[in-house]
C-alpha cells in the first residue's frame, strides 16, 4: 500500500495529522502530489516532512515558490507568494527537495500529476463529467488510473459506458474498484475546498483506493496564520469551513 497526499500548502498541524494517520495504518510509501507550500505559515517545515518520500510531483505553487517569474495570479496569491519565497530563501535543503520534483510520475497504467498530466494550465472539477472529450484526453496522456490534487476536492471521475463523478461524500470511506478508466482527486491535506474541514488523502492498494479524511487543530493553524502580518487572515478564515 502507499499514501497519495497533495495541496499541503505550508499547513504544518494538518501534515502531522495526516503523517501520523499513515503510519498508524502502517504505510511507509508516500506519493506527493505538489503544492507543499502556499497558504500556510510554515512552508520549510512541510518542505523538511516530506523530503523522503518516494515521489514528490511539482506544484503550481512549488514551480512558483522557487521561480524569479510571477505567475498570472491575483495580487493577494503574488502576495502571499513572495512571501513563501522569502521564507525558502535561506533553506538550501528546501529549494533543493522542490527542484528535485518531477511534472508527472507515470508507473505502469496509474499515473501521478498535480493538475493535468504535462502542465498546469487547467484544472480538474466535478462539472468535467459535461466535458467528456477533456477527461479522456487526461486519460489518452496518462494512465487509465490517474491521481491528481490542486482542486482541493475529494472525488472521481469514472468511465464505464459514460462519465460520471461521485464526491468524497458519495465514494465514502470504503475502498474503491474502477471499473473503467478513472480520474481520481485526492483532496487537500491543508485547505480542503469540499466543505469538510478534515484534511484529506490517498490509501492505494494495487488498483483499489480509499479516502481518508484526518481531524486536526485547524484553529492553531488559523491563530498562526493571523498572528503573522505577512499573510492575510482570509488563509485562516476558510480553514474552519473547509472552503
Given at each position: 500500500m502507499?499514501?497519495i497526499i497533495?495541496?499541503?500548502h505550508?499547513n504544518?498541524?494538518a501534515?502531522t495529522?495526516v503523517?501520523d494517520?499513515?503510519?498508524?495504518?502502517?504505510i511507509?510509501?508516500?506519493?506527493?502530489?505538489?503544492?507543499?507550500v502556499?497558504y500556510g505559515?510554515?512552508?520549510v517545515e512541510?518542505i523538511q516532512l516530506?523530503?523522503?518520500?518516494?515521489?514528490?510531483v511539482?506544484?503550481?505553487?512549488d514551480a512558483?515558490?522557487?521561480s524569479t517569474?510571477?505567475p498570472c495570479?491575483s495580487p493577494?496569491?503574488l502576495?502571499?507568494?513572495?512571501?513563501v519565497?522569502?521564507e525558502i530563501a535561506?533553506?538550501q535543503?528546501?529549494?533543493?527537495i522542490?527542484k528535485?520534483?518531477c511534472?508527472?510520475?507515470?508507473i505502469?497504467?496509474?499515473a501521478?500529476?498535480?493538475?493535468?498530466p504535462r502542465?498546469?494550465?487547467d484544472?480538474?472539477?466535478?462539472e468535467d463529467?459535461f466535458?467528456?472529450?477533456?477527461?479522456?484526453?487526461?486519460?489518452?496522456?496518462?494512465?487509465?488510473l490517474?491521481?491528481c490534487?490542486?482542486?482541493?476536492?475529494?472525488g472521481?471521475?469514472?468511465?464505464t459506458?459514460e462519465w460520471?463523478?461521485?464526491?468524497?461524500v458519495e465514494?465514502?470511506d470504503?475502498?474503491?474498484?474502477?471499473?473503467?478508466?478513472?480520474i481520481c482527486?485526492?483532496?487537500s491535506v491543508g485547505?480542503?475546498?469540499?466543505?469538510?474541514?478534515?484534511?484529506?488523502?490517498?490509501?492505494?492498494?494495487?488498483?483499489q483506493?480509499?479516502?481518508?479524511?484526518?481531524d486536526?487543530?485547524?484553529?492553531?493553524t488559523?491563530d498562526?496564520?493571523?498572528?503573522n502580518?505577512?499573510?492575510?487572515?482570509i488563509h485562516?478564515?476558510?480553514?474552519?469551513?473547509?472552503?
Open positions: 502507499q499514501a497533495s495541496d499541503v505550508g504544518l498541524e501534515l495529522a503523517l494517520a499513515i503510519e498508524s495504518l502502517g511507509e510509501r508516500i506519493v506527493c502530489l505538489g503544492d507543499i502556499g505559515p510554515n512552508p512541510c516530506l523530503k523522503d518520500c518516494e515521489c514528490i511539482t506544484g503550481d505553487w512558483a515558490a522557487i517569474d510571477d495570479w493577494l496569491l502576495e502571499q507568494l513572495r512571501w519565497r522569502d535561506g533553506d535543503s528546501a529549494q533543493q522542490i528535485s520534483g511534472l508527472a510520475k507515470i505502469g497504467n496509474i501521478l500529476f498535480h493538475a493535468m502542465d498546469f494550465s484544472w480538474i472539477f466535478p463529467v466535458a467528456p472529450k477533456k477527461l479522456d484526453r487526461i486519460i489518452k496522456q496518462s494512465a487509465s490517474a491521481f490534487g490542486h482542486s482541493h476536492l475529494a472521481v471521475h469514472v468511465k459506458s460520471k463523478y461521485e464526491s468524497y465514494v465514502g470504503d475502498w474503491f474498484t474502477p471499473e473503467g478508466p478513472c482527486s485526492v483532496g485547505q480542503p475546498r469540499d466543505s469538510d474541514p478534515r484534511a484529506s488523502f490517498v490509501v492505494l492498494r494495487d488498483h483506493f480509499r479516502f481518508v479524511r484526518v486536526y487543530d485547524h484553529q492553531l488559523a498562526k496564520i493571523r498572528a502580518p505577512l499573510i492575510r487572515d485562516a478564515d476558510r480553514l474552519s469551513q473547509g472552503r
